[in-house]
């Protein structure tokens, strides 16, 4: 059974996957730090728009409430798991290079079991923080 974060994610997207489990963990994290979210939080997410990679950007929307229709979510296409928060002030949260590759790799086996691990992981493991 998934946590219930997961089953709305999976909702919200379509499918659940590895790469929109980071992206929420990747929100949920900024809105953290910043002590920001919707209205207040603006994210650029450099994945662009080409799956799975992309699929990133749904779960920063969902965590985030930053969103397509308020203007204060945009893509580039630079095709890399980063994005850059501005709240008070700026962040840049990477995805790790080890995330990266088990996303990548696990993506093609089961969608699901790649999004539980990286939902299991800590933001330590995860993510590079700067800002």
Not at 49 to 71: E, F, H, V, W, Y
Request: a negative charge.
């Amino acid at each position: 059974m998934l946590p219930p974060e997961l089953e709305r994610l999976k909702s919200f997207h379509g499918h659940l996957g590895p790469y929109a489990a980071a992206g929420y963990r990747m929100g949920m994290l900024a809105c953290k730090l910043l002590c920001a979210r919707g209205k207040k939080l603006r994210a650029e997410v450099k994945t662009g728009i080409s799956p799975p990679i992309s699929c990133m950007i749904d779960g920063i929307q969902l965590s985030s409430s930053c969103t397509l229709g308020k203007g204060n979510i945009t893509a580039t296409d630079e095709g890399i798991p980063e994005a850059i928060f501005k709240g008070e002030r700026e962040l840049i949260i990477s995805l790790k290079e080890n995330a990266h590759e088990i996303a990548k790799n696990m993506q093609k086996e089961d969608e699901e079991a790649a999004a539980l691990k990286i939902w299991e992981m800590t933001d330590e493991e995860l993510f590079e923080v700067k800002g």
